[in-house]
């Protein structure tokens, strides 16, 4: 079974950092995408990055580029979104996720953490 849990969310002011983290278990990792999508209240979840478990490669959406960063451990099958330079607009509940590399759909979801950025 598998299971993701979020960690390392809270209060933050704008401009400063946090870095949240995924321990996932259950299974191995080799042939997944790990991505973080992110949830602000009154609006659809949007996909915040992605990262192929395998080779590292990583995709990041336009909004957080240049001051988010994905990154994993695989010895501690933990995936990590390092957030910099943050804003009050990345206030969101953040998700990790996961997928097959063949599948249309991420079906892996953990259960959040909330991420708070004070003016």
């Known amino acids: 079974q598998v299971q993701l849990v979020e960690s390392g969310g809270g209060l933050v002011q704008a401009g400063g950092s946090l870095r949240l983290s995924c321990a996932a278990s259950g299974r191995t990792f080799s042939n997944y995408v790990m991505g973080w999508f992110r949830q602000a209240p009154g609006k659809e979840r949007e996909f915040v990055g992605v990262m192929d478990w395998s080779g590292g490669s990583t995709n990041y959406a336009d909004s957080v580029k240049g001051r988010f960063t994905i990154s994993r451990d695989v010895a501690k099958n933990t995936l990590y979104l390092q957030m910099n330079r943050l804003k009050v607009e990345d206030t969101a509940v953040y998700y990790c996720?996961?997928?097959?590399?063949?599948?249309?759909?991420?079906?892996?979801w953990g259960q959040g953490t909330q991420v708070t950025v004070s003016a």
């Open positions: 996720a996961a997928r097959h590399i063949s599948a249309a759909q991420y079906n892996y």
